[in-house]
């Protein structure tokens, strides 16, 4: 139960940043970038405390699944929200630096907070209560290449 709990209130915290609707009875996502699913130079630390991350929601799963506790880590892409905004605003050339962030997906775009608040909802919904365990990546396709 305490498992339970302290995972909550991680995932409360992400449900409010993305202003999605909280429900006690439904699964309990993890947010982070995509970009940091994948390993890069100098990144050691960062890839081993996502890769922990990933392990940890796989764990929750297996250990709390007879409780009814579902533990999926929801993993967006470059998603247009304030910040990006801003960082793209404040870029020497906005437009270029708005361009080079959607060319670098195979989507070509970013994507919207709506697109991901809909992935969060669909996960969240009673008709995927099998789904658990597992990571729901939303990237417009950077990951895949």
Same mark, same amino acid.
């Given at each position: ?37 994948? *390993? ?8 081993? +405390?996502? &890769? ?5 929601? =796989?764990?929750?799963? #297996? ?8 533990a999926v880590s929801v993993?967006?892409?470059?998603t247009m929200t304030p ?6 605003? *404040? ?8 361009? +080079?962030? &959607? ?5 070509? =775009?970013?994507?919207? #907070?709506e697109e991901i608040a ?28």
């Open positions: 139960m305490l498992m339970a709990r302290a995972t909550s209130l991680m995932t409360l915290r992400a449900l409010r940043f993305w202003n999605v609707p909280i429900c006690p009875t439904h699964p309990l996502p993890y947010f982070w970038a995509t970009y940091k699913m994948t *390993s890069s130079r100098l990144a050691m630390q960062k890839s081993m +405390s996502k &890769a922990g991350m990933l392990m940890l929601t =796989r764990s929750i799963a #297996v250990d709390h699944a007879t409780q009814g506790i579902r993993c967006p892409g470059a910040l990006v905004r801003e960082a793209i605003r *404040s870029a020497p050339d906005p437009e270029a630096h708005e361009r +080079s962030l &959607a060319f670098s997906r195979p989507a070509r =775009r970013l994507g919207t #907070v809909t992935a969060i909802a669909l996960v969240a919904s009673p008709e995927l209560e099998f789904m658990t365990g597992s990571e729901l990546v939303i990237d417009g396709g950077f990951t895949a290449t």
